[in-house]
């Protein structure tokens, strides 16, 4: 097969010229082509079987212990101008970057196969959807895709009808990590990525096509492209209002986006639309209307368990990939807090000895369509999207950030997504726990200056007659003593009521200098058990705190000079003053 499009036959052509492989596979996306990899890699080890009888269609993949998560020091968005990477992603001239990268893939094909992706991020049929084509020599990137993307004959066939796509070349090479780059060339439409397998780094559609190149696209052509989950919520009366919700990796975001109503809440109901990538346009009606690009999740498996995700334990029990969980004696997969089991090995397929570390490794991940969740919207297939009602920005803070205040309008909201900062996680090598400024949990993902991209929120907000109203949320403020004070999971429910309350003008709020927060009674915590005090301290605002933190703020963006919109700095001077 090859495609009726010559830009696309000749890009492949090129491809296969550099990396000269043995053979050349289109990936046309049918269940016969996936069992045919499928039995490869069981044949050669990429993928073990998990037992068939509690989880049939389930398969283990071992990544190699040095490529487990994103690799931020090695990624690179490459424009001609310097300045419009900006001081928030490391960035290396086009031409030097290209000559780097293709010395790598130079002859890296040679006896491995190429497999040709032709998929779509967002509904087949929908405007708002973009294409690429990812050439990759893993065939576990293939079946990663198949899950997380709309992927093979029909995304050709749009490819072919519209005459353009995104360019995504990946090899694993030698998973050398002294051997690796994540390269972005957003003025042409262009991924290469060399020498990983784990998803971030290599299901090139998600973060480096639906995200940096596509954040990019959507400056230029006045929609927006973000790092958030979407999700419906239906009240006891059957309205339903959609939350787009913006929290850096690993922070809870598939749990929301899943999320089971308390006991207390019968008649309310959770639709998961998205877990990770939201994109918004502006609708006709003054709103902004959102699809989810992706068809699958790609979730972290630590800490899914009955208690925190029990619609996320239930669509993993068929048809999933997980990759660096670790299995119990009965070969079915186990991570730390999914059951009390056992495990018997650790994710590198050694016998478990807790002295080792966990059995799973902590960015261990679960790859399935997201049509197996039961709380799946249908919406999510919808081509015009969903009307957004509100937007939540929130970080992983254990101190001074409350439990939730609404930001007072669009502009003041585009100040507290950039004034975002959150703990580091093992979504990505480095340090974990580290508190560090990720602006609308983009710092990762943001194919341009910063500066830049604030102006771009400002400007689409400017030009919305209904605009979302915006929210911060922290679930993760600690006590002196270190433990949670908000219950989280299913309880965020009250949360969420609360800013529907909002929304529909049922809750007054209480103005504060940062913000509005819920005023006394407002919050929702019938058959709750949390002491009165509790809830003072995660309802507080901390001025002193708030100055200091206020003043940080003011000078991370100062980094960001010229391109630092004015207003933003007007937006953080009315705050200070309030708080003065
Ligand atoms: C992810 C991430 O995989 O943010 O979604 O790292
Ligand atoms: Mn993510």
Same mark, same amino acid.
């Given at each position: 097969m090859a495609s009726r499009l010559e830009s696309l036959?000749?890009?492949?052509?090129?491809?296969?010229?550099?990396?000269?492989?043995?053979?050349?596979?289109?990936c046309d996306g049918s269940e016969q082509q996936s069992e045919a990899l499928k039995a490869q890699m069981l044949a050669n080890g990429d993928l073990l079987e998990l037992n068939q009888e509690t989880h049939p269609g389930c398969y283990l993949h071992r990544s190699d212990p040095k490529d487990v998560a994103r690799v931020e020091h090695l990624t690179f968005v490459c424009t001609s101008d310097k300045a419009d990477a900006g001081p928030n992603n490391h960035w290396m001239d086009p031409a030097a970057a290209h000559a780097k990268?293709?010395?790598?893939?130079?002859?890296?094909?040679?006896?491995?196969?190429?497999?040709?992706?032709?998929?779509?991020?967002?509904?087949?049929?929908?405007?708002f959807s973009r294409c690429g084509v990812e050439i990759t020599d893993s065939p576990y &990137?293939?079946?990663?895709?198949?899950? @997380?993307?709309?992927?093979?004959?029909?995304? =050709?066939?749009? $490819?072919?009808? !519209?005459?353009?796509?995104?360019?995504?070349?990946?090899?694993i090479g030698e998973l050398d990590p002294e051997r690796r780059f994540i390269m972005h060339f957003p003025e042409e439409l262009t991924i290469k990525s060399y020498g990983s397998g784990y998803g971030g780094n290599a299901l090139l559609g998600?973060?480096?096509?639906?995200?940096?190149?596509?954040?990019?696209?959507?400056?230029?052509?006045?929609?927006?492209?973000?790092?958030?989950?979407?999700?419906?919520?239906?009240?006891?009366?059957?309205?339903?209002?959609?939350?787009?919700?913006?929290?850096?990796?690993?922070?809870?975001?598939?749990?929301?986006?899943?999320?089971?109503?308390?006991?207390?809440?019968?008649?309310?109901?959770?639709?998961? &639309?998205?877990?990770?990538?939201?994109? @918004?346009?502006?609708?006709?009606?003054?709103? =902004?209307?959102? $699809?989810?690009? !992706?068809?699958?999740?790609?979730?972290?498996?630590?800490?899914?368990?009955?208690?925190?995700?029990?619609?996320?334990?239930a669509m993993l029990d068929r048809d999933a990939i997980f990759t660096n969980v670790g299995v119990t004696a009965d070969n079915q997969p186990w991570w730390e807090g999914l059951s009390d089991q056992q495990p018997v090995k650790d994710w590198q397929g050694r016998d478990y000895q807790p002295g080792n570390g966990p059995a799973a490794h902590p960015n261990a991940r679960f790859t399935v369509s997201m049509r197996q969740c039961n709380s799946f919207s249908p919406e999510a297939d919808n081509p015009a999207g969903v009307p957004i009602s509100a937007i939540v920005f929130g970080g992983r803070r254990a101190s001074l950030i409350p439990l939730v205040f609404e930001a007072r309008d669009w502009a003041h909201g585009v100040l507290v997504g950039a004034s975002m900062a959150s703990e580091t996680t093992a979504a990505a090598t480095g340090a974990v726990g580290v508190v560090r400024r990720d602006p609308m949990a983009m710092k990762p993902f943001c194919g341009y200056n910063f500066g830049d991209y604030w102006q771009h929120w400002l400007k689409v907000g400017a030009g919305l007659s209904n605009p979302p109203r915006v929210f911060h949320v922290n679930w993760f403020r600690k006590s002196a003593e270190g433990r949670f004070m908000w219950p989280g999971f299913g309880d965020n429910l009250r949360v969420l009521q609360w800013m529907i309350d909002r929304c529909d003008g049922r809750a007054q709020g209480r103005q504060e200098p940062i913000g509005v927060l819920p005023a006394e009674g407002e919050l929702n915590t019938e058959g709750l058990d949390i002491a009165p005090q509790v809830l003072d301290e995660l309802l507080t605002?901390?001025?002193?705190?708030?100055?200091?933190?206020?003043?940080?703020?003011?000078?991370?963006?100062?980094?960001?000079?010229e391109r630092c919109p004015p207003q933003l700095q007007a937006e953080r001077e009315r705050t200070e003053n309030a708080l003065n």
């Open positions: 036959n000749q890009w492949v052509s090129e491809v296969a010229a550099l990396t000269t492989p043995d053979e050349i596979v289109w990268i293709d010395g790598l893939f130079a002859g890296c094909m040679r006896g491995r196969t190429m497999y040709v992706i032709p998929y779509c991020m967002g509904p087949i049929d929908s405007p &990137v293939v079946e990663n895709m198949r899950l @997380m993307t709309r992927m093979g004959t029909p995304a =050709l066939q749009r $490819i072919e009808s !519209e005459g353009s796509f995104v360019k995504g070349l990946h090899s998600k973060k480096c096509h639906a995200l940096r190149l596509a954040s990019w696209q959507a400056r230029d052509q006045g929609w927006l492209a973000e790092h958030m989950l979407i999700v419906g919520v239906q009240s006891p009366q059957g309205d339903t209002h959609y939350i787009a919700a913006a929290f850096p990796s690993a922070c809870g975001k598939t749990n929301l986006a899943m999320l089971i109503p308390p006991e207390t809440h019968p008649g309310w109901k959770v639709w998961t &639309v998205g877990d990770d990538i939201c994109w @918004m346009h502006p609708g006709k009606d003054g709103r =902004l209307w959102a $699809i989810n690009p !992706e068809s699958g999740f790609f979730g972290v498996a630590p800490g899914t368990g009955e208690k925190t995700n029990p619609n996320a334990v605002v901390d001025s002193e705190g708030w100055r200091a933190e206020l003043e940080a703020i003011g000078e991370y963006m100062a980094g960001f000079g």
